[in-house]
């Protein structure tokens, strides 16, 4: 019975190739999440700052305003 099981080499060829399709996913998907917000981003109105990796809008210069501070009392 020695056509039952695959030799180990090739289990491990296997595994390489499930592993690389789970990293392509992955870097895929982030490239889509990354995609999707600056595509919702320009179609709300606002810019996509690549520096700042976040939308702008409501400012001459792009910026997003800093959140304001709280005041003492």
């Known amino acids: 019975m020695s056509g039952s099981k695959p030799p180990p080499r090739r289990r ?5 190739i499930v592993l690389a399709i789970v ?3 992955l870097l895929g998907l982030q490239f889509y ?3 999707q917000l600056r595509a919702s981003c320009e179609d709300g109105g606002g810019g ?3 520096d700042l990796q976040q939308c702008t809008f409501g400012r001459p210069d792009g ?3 800093s959140p304001p501070e709280s005041q003492p009392q």
């Open 23 to 25: 990293v392509a996913c």
């Open 33 to 35: 999440r990354g995609h």
């Open 48 to 50: 996509w700052d690549p």
């Open 12 to 16: 491990i060829g296997t595994g390489m």
């Open 63 to 65: 910026r997003v305003p």
